[in-house]
């Protein structure tokens, strides 16, 4: 029962609904989402934290960052995400997936380290 609760909890959070959205298309590192939703990285880690503790998605670390991903080994939990992906409208995370856009052709540019908003984010 309170693997369920966990679960049903880490679901219960908009910002957390809109990474599951943003990992629902591949693989992500923290700055990657960190410029998406536009929020502090310790902030964003903490929601990641939450999701990773409820089984929902996997972390795996390259150098200093670390990348995540929609874990989809359980087949009830992958519904979930599925299902939660399914109804959320792509206009309600619009802004997010084009924030992730500039930032993704930004980090392509080559910069070891990306200035956005003034803030210094990680990976390149």
Not at 48 to 70: C, E, M, P, S, T
Not at 95 to 119: C, P, Q, Y
């Amino acid at each position: 029962m309170n693997e369920l609760v966990t679960i049903f909890k880490a679901l219960s959070d908009e910002t957390r609904l809109r990474i599951v959205k943003l990992l629902d298309k591949g693989e992500l590192c923290v700055c990657d989402i960190v410029a998406a939703l536009d929020l502090a990285q310790p902030k964003v880690s903490f929601h990641l934290g939450v999701l990773k503790d409820a089984g929902l998605i996997k972390d795996r670390k390259q150098g200093r960052w670390i990348h995540y991903r929609l874990d989809e080994s359980d087949l009830f939990r992958r519904m979930l995400l599925l299902s939660a992906c399914e109804r959320m409208r792509d206009g309600a995370v619009a802004e997010d997936g084009k924030r992730l856009r500039v930032f993704l052709m930004t980090k392509e540019d080559g910069d070891k380290i990306v200035v956005n908003s003034g803030k210094k984010r990680c990976c390149a």
